[in-house]
């Protein structure tokens, strides 16, 4: 029997390959063809039409370029995806009768949809399909799926999971209850390839039902380290993507993410979901403006201040400036300031009253008032510049008689005309400075002057760091929520959608100022507060009162853990705070390792020897600061391979790479050695870096040690 259902499935897939290999085989001429004429078309268009840029006919000849260029993408698209279909088509199938029909109806589940346009038959079904959840949430026997339709219900005869490589099918497997422990065993225990991979044909219940939600506005998910956080709200988008695909597009979705590590490590998922990737950044390159300056650290600056210093003051300031009692008097001093002060003169331009200083009040105050501060500086800035333009004559033929009756110059009428634009342009650009002077505190002035009254304790720091042109880490984001408050952020109301992971790493200023810059979007947010370094939030499900426009809140928890074996979870364990208990998946492998040092260098060498010699060939070295991981490497550098990792670089696959451990979290690899580890690791901070460091390993884990008492290993 069970030859008969491999040769029956073989057979089936004989005929997908047969109708994409046909597929491409007639295609391929026509993108080369169409690519060719495109190239012809825009070579006949510039050598006929390059000397008469608003001839008609040039206007038409760039309709139809346009209009050939977006079918050459779309043929290249599709063949690009068929010819990566033909590795692995699908990998299951469901028979499904629906209720009032007599047959059951097979459907094979794959990354994107296929159909037969010589019989209209669907090949394959695309994952995100509303049929295909059955596969990801039922069981045999009685079943049903929502669609646009409404519910349909009806019964499940056959789950079949399916593996298919290079075009050829490998093995078939029935199963009544949910994806069979063998082949997500199969799946995890694969070596790491530094990125993330598409998870569709292991997708579990708990996650396909993050994936699948439509109704949240605020979707929130605490997932312990290894649930697939990272790889849910990526499927997620792409989910939406699809469901949503003729009024959301990929630049409608920005994901925060906490790190360009992290930002490159999951930029393939959504492409290989048949994707544009959305918009990727993280806060800091977000918020940090461009036209200023200053230096401003960013988050791993603030992480290795904390570490290597045991200052309370420091952690009780970083604590206190993100917190919603220091955001909201904040707040309160921003109204204070603008509302309390009043323009006292008149303003003027060559000695031409352009507005009185009863005028500018009441357009700024009372006529303008439901605006924000950018916004009537704007107002104000068109009617003042409106009322200079009637002095603009008078004053460039002054000037310019003067200029040339004392002989200084000698011009043409075209030349006086050039020289008074180019000088009106100067004025009215110094003009418009005067204005915005006149209306606008300076953010970092109003800021210091809201330290030295409200907060004293903490003036001081930021003043002198800020009079040396660098603003601290924490300080960014206060500044961003006065530019927020002012209007010089405007509320992006066109993002349709905003992810943010790893949500431990962020006060609650954050999530204020994301309410406040997107208010049209949808928020998926997603984080363990067991790998905070520095606690920020009691919970990701805490979240939703930064959030109170959001009508509809659905709070999620994934507790089971599939990245690392059982051994290393179970070690991992003896360091994760909370009291919520996490289920590990049954793969096992070796212990992990506590190895006291010796000669360092060679004892990595060593491990790393050994762990590509179990064909482990992606593996980090973590340590705590970047001060430990520059000295190491430099030990290093010139007896192994070895590449040190910072915040603004990427992951090489088959490699080793050295890095802080807080900077690792999301990532993942082979092979794991956490070096330096000393009595100096004895805080809570450190016990959540522990856990951080453990929780990087897919197979291997050794900890070298430092010394003979280490009460964080005990």
Same mark, same amino acid.
């Given at each position: 029997m069970e030859n008969e259902i491999f040769e029956q499935e073989r057979q089936r897939l004989?005929?997908? *390959?047969?109708y994409i290999d046909q597929t491409l085989f007639s295609e391929m001429p026509n993108e080369a063809n169409l690519r060719q004429s495109i190239?012809?078309?825009r070579r006949r268009i510039w050598n006929d039409y390059s000397g008469d840029p608003s001839n008609v006919d040039l206007m038409q000849a760039n309709q139809t370029l346009e209009m050939d260029t977006e079918r050459y993408f779309r043929i290249r698209d599709k063949l690009y995806?068929?010819?990566?279909? &033909? *590795?692995?088509?699908?990998?299951?199938?469901?028979?499904?009768?629906?209720e009032g029909y007599d047959? $059951?109806?097979?459907f094979y589940i794959g990354s994107l949809s296929l159909i037969d346009h010589r019989t209209y038959d669907i090949l394959i079904c695309d994952w995100r399909a509303d049929i295909a959840s059955l596969f990801y949430d039922a069981t045999l026997g009685p079943a049903e799926y929502k669609c646009n339709e409404g519910v349909i219900r009806g019964d499940i005869s056959l789950r079949r999971q399916i593996k298919i490589e290079n075009g050829e099918l490998q093995y078939v497997f029935d199963n009544g209850i949910n994806i069979t422990d063998p082949i997500l065993m199969e799946e995890l225990g694969k070596s790491s390839d530094a990125k993330l991979k598409t998870v569709i044909n292991?997708?579990?219940?708990?996650?396909? $039902?993050?994936? &699948?939600?439509? *109704? $949240?506005?605020?979707?929130?998910?605490?997932? +312990? $380290?290894g649930s697939g956080k990272t790889s849910v709200a990526l499927h997620r988008i792409a989910?939406?993507?699809?469901k949503y695909r003729n009024s959301v597009a990929a630049q409608d979705i920005i994901i925060f993410s906490p790190s360009e590590v992290f930002s490159a490590y999951i930029a393939e998922v959504l492409p290989a979901l048949g994707e544009e990737n959305a918009v990727r950044s993280d806060f800091y390159h977000f918020l940090v403006p461009q036209d200023g300056t200053e230096r401003y650290a960013d988050r791993s600056e603030q992480i290795e201040a904390l570490l290597q210093s045991d200052d309370p003051f420091l952690r009780e300031m970083i604590s206190v400036k993100g917190s919603v009692p220091f955001v909201r008097q904040l707040s309160e001093y921003f109204d204070e300031r603008y509302s309390s002060f009043r323009v006292s003169e008149s303003f003027t331009y060559y000695d031409e009253v352009l507005a009185s200083a009863d005028e500018l009040n009441q357009w700024f105050f009372t006529d303008y008032a439901e605006y924000t501060a950018e916004q009537r500086v704007g107002k104000i800035t068109l009617r003042i510049l409106d009322a200079a333009?009637?002095?603009?004559?008078?004053?460039c033929r002054a000037f310019l008689d003067e200029a040339t009756a004392h002989g200084i110059v000698s011009l043409t009428d075209e030349e006086r005309e050039e020289q008074c634009n180019a000088m009106w342009e100067s004025c009215m650009a110094e003009l418009k400075d005067r204005i915005r002077k006149t209306f606008l505190i300076p953010e970092k002035d109003l800021y210091l002057d809201f330290l030295k009254q409200s907060y004293p304790e903490y003036y001081a720091y930021s003043a002198d760091l800020f009079s040396r042109e660098i603003i601290p880490y924490e300080d960014l984001f206060c500044l961003s929520w006065i530019r927020v408050r002012s209007g010089a952020i405007a509320p992006m109301r066109t993002v349709r959608q905003v992810v943010v992971d790893e949500a431990q790493e962020y006060p609650p200023i954050v999530y204020m100022l994301l309410s406040e810059i997107f208010p049209a979007a949808r928020f998926t947010i997603l984080g363990d507060i067991s790998q905070q370094v520095d606690a920020k939030i009691p919970s990701v499900a805490s979240l939703e009162k930064f959030f109170p426009t959001k009508k509809t809140v659905a709070s999620f928890v994934l507790n089971k853990g599939y990245r690392s074996t059982y051994e290393i979870n179970s070690f991992a364990e003896k360091f994760r705070t909370g009291d919520k208990e996490i289920r590990m998946v049954e793969r096992h492998g070796s212990e992990p390792a506590i190895v006291p040092t010796v000669n360092v260098e060679e004892q990595i060498i060593d491990i790393i020897n050994n762990y590509r010699s179990r064909g482990h060939k992606t593996n980090m070295i973590l340590c705590r600061t970047q001060a430990e991981c520059d000295d190491l490497y430099r030990r290093l550098m010139h007896k192994m391979p070895i590449i040190r990792m910072r915040s603004?670089? +990427?992951? +090489?696959?088959?490699? +080793?790479?050295?890095?802080p451990v807080y900077l690792s979290k999301g990532l993942e690899a082979d092979g794991v050695i956490v070096a330096g580890v000393s009595s100096a690791w004895k805080t809570e901070e450190d016990r959540n870096l522990m856990y951080v460091a453990a929780t990087r390993a897919l197979h291997e884990l050794t900890v070298l040690t430092e010394g003979d008492e280490i009460p964080l290993l005990s």
């Open positions: 004989d005929y997908v *390959n047969e190239i012809e078309e995806f068929l010819q990566k279909m &033909r *590795n692995s088509p699908y990998f299951a199938r469901i028979d499904f009768k629906e047959d $059951a109806e097979s292991t997708i579990q219940k708990d996650q396909n $039902a993050i994936i &699948r939600d439509l *109704n $949240a506005d605020l979707l929130l998910v605490q997932g +312990t $380290a989910y939406l993507l699809y333009e009637d002095c603009k004559e008078e004053f603004f670089d +990427t992951i +090489t696959p088959e490699t +080793t790479i050295i890095l």
